[in-house]
């Protein structure tokens, strides 16, 4: 098991940009997957990206070319930084290791409206 703490949710604007930060419990390049997944209001969660220990990354294809997932090991921190953002990006985003059956944070509300 591995705690994780996100930050960095908030209300913005469409088109607007946001940095969510996760920060982990030990040492990140040990975990062989770490990603975000989302949920909105109705929906099931659903993976928005993901990197591999590998540093092998995946998107979403709702968000290729908005969303970039990084991860820093000198602070243990998997970071997301989304840009245009639009109002169907409104969701609780949760930082997960080790996929789905893993561990996962307690989530960080996003809201993008005018």
């Known amino acids: 098991q591995v705690q994780l703490v996100e930050s960095g949710g908030g209300l913005v604007q469409p088109w607007g940009s946001l940095k969510l930060s996760c920060a982990a419990s030990?040492?990140?390049?040990?975990?062989?997957?770490m990603g975000w997944y989302r949920q909105a209001p109705g929906k099931q969660r659903e993976l928005v990206a993901q990197?591999?220990?590998?540093?092998?990354?995946n998107y979403a294809d709702s968000v290729k070319g908005r969303f970039t997932i990084s991860r820093d090991g000198a602070v243990n921190t998997v970071y997301l930084q989304m840009n245009s953002l639009k109002p169907e990006d409104t969701a609780v985003y949760y930082c997960n290791a080790g996929g789905y059956d893993g561990s996962w944070g307690q989530g960080t509300q996003v809201t993008v409206s005018s």
């Open positions: 030990r040492y990140i390049f040990s975990i062989y997957v």
């Open positions: 990197v591999t220990s590998g540093g092998t990354k």
